[in-house]
């Protein structure tokens, strides 16, 4: 954790040197985001290939609801699918909803028996961190695109609904900062969960925290002008870079926290964002009697044939009368 | 080590679920008598033809590895990483968000937080950090990466034996990960340099060999079927006919060897013969194919398959149409998720169909081979079977869904069916410990050996809390089970901590309330205890 927190303040340290005293920002607004989201295009795509050159050698779904069998035996469509359509909906639950996160329980002992408690507080903090997430990104859009669509801005509307202070609060960043927060706490506090923790998993969420924050900051506080914002991004889409002079030094925090994250993205966990569609203990159907699954690598084995057996047992088996092949 | 040897059961639950200050990395494996079963006897490796064949024990210093030792295991790593999508991709998603941590029935039994799934799983992830991945390679411990020591390899022996591959975590995690197919891969690695067990090679040599892992040979397995049709005679004045290696039956009837050898497994085998003699089924035993278990699933996938063959090789020479499955846990994950796709396809048998009934049972039409609770369902949902509930008025049942048929298939009415058609008391027990969420009985996987029983008792603790609760609350008396390991341990786990509570088999009830053709006034049950409606009437009489 401290090892995770000291890698954030170099982090934090670099564009501040850089832009504060080094006057860096070709290298902050222009080298840096093109490198940083070519390594993360390419390592995304690299990683997933990797596991796709993998194959699937068996039909392995963890089956959690009643298989189809009987007719009059009323199967369990999404958590125990037999057919694509079931298992595109447990996917769906799983990833739009974190249906198997939604089980979660908690086990004490008390009096020399285990008590299952409710244990829901992680599925909605993980739930909330991953939407609010989700409806940053898509609102961010608003500095990718012009003109900006409508669905961004009824999305910036709807987030911004209660109309807190000048400029809006939005709703989604004290969702997320409640969620980083709470799943940063957890792991620092349930024994159980700092015990399995590492630098890895304290670092993510503390670079996400400061995103947000330096987001905030820059909302709120250290006011930035957006249309220059807009203007550089729009110019690196194009590939004609340019900096519009007289952008706050807090925007440069803030993007240069972005690369980080997207530099780190594909090296690290953060690509259980691609592997769960990938899992095949949830997306294959439970239909493996149904319908045979190719093994590509099956090879041919060793075996100890009925003859081999036979020649063994012969005798004994002709004095209990068991049939044989062979008098 | 016996049950009379273990502390009391109220010291063996006084279990602290904290993790101590010590980081897990710093942690040295202790071998604990009573927490690790004995390694494979040479000869039964030799049989197999499997490597580094030797006289060791875990508990020794030296294990008497091969000179290189690392290199085959990381040769094994990388072999395996390029083939199991599965494994490589849960080596790299797992984000510690620790929802499996307190799933693990070998967790809450004994605290010990190397039996938490995810660390279970970063016994190897951190192997495999160190040697496969950049930052691992480059950050070390920084990155969760350690060097792959003789420490960390008793280490994954310890832990991957200690680990029942039951699934449970699996339904937890988001991204399901399945701790199962980490042990599988971790002792499919172990098994590379001859690190093994033998309370799971004797059975698969026993298997490959002989036919079953018991080791009864062919005479020997007719022996036993005949003495359950005297005792079934003796019960019930029906006499019921054992039909070996016949060929041309139409189907196949394979069952773990566990029923035909020791009580309770017995009796559900009754049941079975009962059962298939009544409605005149048309079906053979192998001696060949004399079981239905599979231990090569706890060694590794090629063993799995060379066990497995025989199944359908028995089919074919004896030119049944399909086959049909006993009563077992891991032989049905095999037959369900693996055999087709290992020994398939099975396009010289015929897709199944109830001689009785006339039910097609499509969800095996690939496969050809029908789960028996399937197909018993099917019969009493279509009245071909006249059965008397009152029968087993004597007990109180409660069902454990059995880790496999629950997790990797997900048998769950089938048996629940059967057992409110047979008998008139049936309880859950508590939502969490039952269906998908059921736990494990603490020696499946190949763990169910003596020498390991303080873990198993641990291991099954919340299993076996679960069934106190119900016996406190309705008086439960009886543990049904889909299971020939359960049959074999839940009985132990019974007897230490809820006394009063025997096991029984699904069929060994259906067995019991089979009304059949030409029977006499039944007395007493398959295992010989008193029916209640009897004694009531005589007491009646009286």
Known sequence: ?327 | MSLAKMPKPEDLAKIDLQPPRQGWMDTPVEFRPGTWCYSAAPKNLKILGLPNPREWQPADVDWKLPANWPEIILQGMKDRLSRFRSFKLFMDICVRCGACADKCHFFIGSGDPKNMPVLRAELLRSVYRRYFTTTGKLLGRLAGARDLTVDVLKEWFYYFYQCTECRRCSVFCPYGIDQAEITMMGRELLNLVGCNINWIMEPVANCYRVGNHLGIQPHGIKDSLEFFADDIADRTGVRVEVPINRKGAEILFVTPSGDLFADPGTFTCMGYLMLFHEIGLDYTWSTYASEGGNFGLFVDHELMKRLNAKIYAEAKRLRVKWILGGECGHMWRVLHQYMDTMNGPADFLEEPVSPLTGTKFENAKSTKMVHIAEFTADLIRHNKLKLDPSRNDHLKVTFHDSCNPARAMGLFEEPRYILKKVCNYFYEMPEETIREKTFCCGGGAGLGTDENMEMRLRGGFPRAKAVKYVREKYGVNRLACICAIDRATLQTLMEYWVPGVEVTGLHELVGNALVMKGEKEREVSLRGEPLLTKTKVDHHER
């Open chain 1, 1 to 327: 954790m401290i090892i995770s927190l000291l890698f954030i303040l170099i982090l934090l340290a670099i564009p501040l040197i850089a832009g504060g005293w080094g006057n860096l920002f070709f290298l902050l607004g222009i080298i840096l985001p093109y490198l940083a989201f070519f390594l993360f295009l390419i390592g995304f795509v690299y990683r997933v290939w990797q596991w796709a050159k993998s194959p699937v050698p068996f039909r392995i779904p963890t089956s959690c609801g009643q298989q189809k069998s009987l007719p009059w035996i009323k199967a369990s469509f999404f958590d125990n699918p037999y057919n694509t359509l079931g298992v595109i909906g447990r996917m769906f639950l799983e990833i739009v909803l974190f249906r198997s996160l939604f089980r979660n329980n908690k086990v004490e002992i008390r009096e020399g028996r285990p008590i299952f408690a409710g244990a829901k507080w992680l599925w909605l903090a993980g739930l909330i961190l991953h939407w609010s997430f989700l409806l940053i990104v898509l609102r961010h859009m608003r500095f990718f695109l012009e003109p900006v669509p409508q669905v961004i801005n009824l999305i910036s509307f709807a987030d911004g609904f209660f109309e807190i202070g000048v400029p809006t609060l939005y709703l989604t960043d004290l969702l997320f900062i409640s969620a980083v927060t709470y799943l940063f706490l957890r792991r620092v506090f349930i024994a159980q969960v700092r015990y399995i923790s590492l630098p890895a998993d304290y670092f993510p969420l503390l670079l996400i925290l400061s995103i947000a924050l330096s987001g905030i900051l820059m909302r709120h506080f250290y006011k930035v002008d957006l249309a220059k914002v807009k203007n550089l991004i729009l110019s690196l889409i194009v590939f004609r870079p340019e900096i519009p002079p007289g952008i706050g030094l807090i925007f440069y925090v803030h993007l240069f926290l972005v690369c980080g994250l997207l530099v780190y993205f594909p090296m690290s966990k953060l690509m259980h964002m691609g592997g769960v569609f990938l899992s095949p203990t949830r997306n294959l159907a439970n239909n493996s009697r149904r319908r045979r699954h190719i093994n590509p690598w099956n090879y041919p084995v060793k075996v100890h044939t009925y003859a081999e057996y036979e020649n063994e047992f012969r005798e004994k088996m002709k004095a209990a009368g068991i049939p044989v092949e062979k008098e």
